[in-house]
T-cell receptor, first 114, second 112 residues
Framework: ETGVTQTPRHLVMGMTNKKSLKCEQH?????MYWYKQSAKKPLELMFV???????ENNSVPSRFSPECPNSSHLFLHLHTLQPEDSALYLC?????????????FGSGTQLSVL | QQQVKQSPQSLIVQKGGISIINCAYE??????FPWYQQFPGKGPALLIA?????SEKKEGRFTISFNKSAKQFSLHIMDSQPGDSATYFC???????????FGTGTLLAVQP
């Protein structure tokens, strides 16, 4: 148990659906991240929140919408996704100021878009 | 310039053997190089990391070798065990930024 919990573990959705991924960290960290992991590709950083403010948005399509209501919770709202968005979505947290030295990942949500 | 190139893509090693995974980078501003281990169904977990002011770091059976002039670093797993079977990712970051750049991963299978 890494202290970062993601739900759901698996999600299948159609292209017209709206769904949300949830992440909760129990480590007292103040920075949270969304990464996308596709087969045979490097992990792609999508969003970074530090002290509940978005500090990074790596040219992610608007069909992905993050939300960070507090330092322990992070959401990724999904709508009108495409089949190529199928991937493992990983949430991570760290203590800001220490950068990525202590980056803790959740187990991910395996997303399939039909 | 932001890429980290990792090889091999997959690796099969006999139990007790040495597993070696290599990474190369271009950005000389990178100042922190972690390795992550990922088991199926789990997220990556930090395994070991190094800064460019040292040439080697060892933790148990895991060693990072770092060659600053060649802009390369590698992970060595000594006495490899079946429990080491996982995907390994190298990564690099400029510490002042939030952008951890990952390699493409190496799937390691240690055969009993």
């Amino acid at each position: 148990e890494t202290g970062v919990t993601q739900t759901p573990r698996h999600l299948v959705m159609g292209m017209t659906n709206k769904k949300s991924l949830k992440c909760e960290q129990h480590l007292g960290h103040n920075a949270m991240y969304w990464y996308k992991q596709s087969a045979k590709k490097p992990l792609e950083l999508m969003f970074v929140y530090s002290l509940e403010e978005r500090v990074e948005n790596n040219s992610v399509p608007s069909r992905f919408s993050p939300e960070c209501p507090n330092s322990s919770h992070l959401f990724l709202h999904l709508h009108t996704l495409q089949p190529e968005d199928s991937a493992l979505y990983l949430c991570a947290s760290s203590q800001d100021g220490g950068g990525h030295e202590k980056l803790f990942f959740g187990s991910g949500t395996q997303l399939s878009v039909l | 310039q932001q890429q980290v190139k990792q090889s091999p893509q997959s690796l099969i090693v006999q139990k007790g053997g040495i597993s070696i995974i290599n990474c190369a980078y271009e950005n000389t501003a990178f100042d922190y190089f972690p390795w992550y281990q990922q088991f199926p169904g789990k997220g990556p977990a930090l395994l070991i990391a190094i800064r460019p002011d040292v040439s080697e770091k060892k933790e148990g059976r895991f060693t990072i070798s770092f060659n600053k002039s060649a802009k390369q670093f590698s992970l060595h797993i000594m006495d490899s065990q079946p429990g080491d079977s996982a995907t390994y990712f190298c990564a690099a970051i400029v510490d002042a930024t939030n952008k951890l750049i990952f390699g493409t991963g190496t799937l390691l299978a240690v055969q009993p």
